[in-house]
């Protein structure tokens, strides 16, 4: 865990399982959709215990189990996957019951445009994985999460009602003819923003862009008594 190598070797192992494991099967699946170590598969209902003896079969370390569909729904990783009756396949956002729902709270020591940008990558997120969902749903879904967060109303509002626009918008894409600098500085309030302003201001024909990082580590909050 950790290793920027492990995601694919997790993705070796796992196609290397499933090229083993599936022509052992009885019958042929209808569908198999997989990410990393999530799968998603059609088969008999009389079928789901050889197909579990199967799987697990492979590697007493690699053991897996079932979650089955109950009212045409069943959870997979970030969505509700919903079967319609033209046997087509819905979507809608999804989050565990013992999720609590915080992510960057407004209040925390962070830059304002994180902050932002935490609260336009949630709505893009409720707004892409909720394809079974009328706009006034996700919007009441995204208030939601904003409100936990302590985001104020009239930020919650605003984003909000810019939602499709945010979405649907264009990247800019960057001069390549304009010489890019970069430079860290340290996260103070209020004065962060206004260097990065200045500089902004200063160098109109340089590319000249500012990250913050924060002054207070987690390094900080323990002591040295193992040194």
């Known amino acids: 865990m950790g290793n920027p190598i492990s995601p694919t070797i997790a993705d070796l192992a796992m196609e290397t399982l499933l090229d083993t494991v599936i022509p052992l099967l009885k019958f042929k699946l209808p569908f198999l959709k997989k990410y990393v170590d999530d799968l998603l598969l059609a088969l008999p209902a009389n079928q789901l215990n050889h197909v579990l003896e199967i799987f697990n079969s492979y590697n007493e370390h690699i053991q897996f189990t079932y ?7 069943l959870p997979l990783l970030d969505m509700t996957l919903r079967r319609q009756k033209n046997q087509s396949i819905k979507t809608e956002w999804y989050m565990k019951p013992i999720a609590s729902g915080r992510f960057l709270n407004y209040y925390s020591f962070h830059p304002l445009h994180h902050k932002i940008n935490m609260a336009k990558n949630c709505i893009r997120r409720v707004d892409k994985l ?7 749903d996700k919007a009441r879904i995204i208030y939601k999460q904003l409100s936990l967060n302590n985001y104020p109303k009239a930020l919650r509002n605003r984003l909000i009602s ?3 626009e945010n979405i649907t918008a264009p990247r800019e894409t960057p001069d390549e003819n304009l ?18 302003k200045c500089l902004k201001n200063e160098y109109k ?23």
């Open 67 to 73: 979650e089955i569909e109950s009212n045409k729904r």
């Open 205 to 227: 024909y340089r590319r000249c862009k500012s990250y913050v990082r924060d002054i207070k580590t987690v390094r900080q909050l323990f002591t040295n008594w193992l040194d």
């Open 130 to 136: 909720s394809t079974n969902l009328q706009n006034y």
């Open 179 to 196: 010489e890019h600098t970069y430079r860290s500085i340290p996260y103070i309030p209020y004065l962060s923003n206004r260097i990065d």
């Open 162 to 164: 810019r939602m499709q």
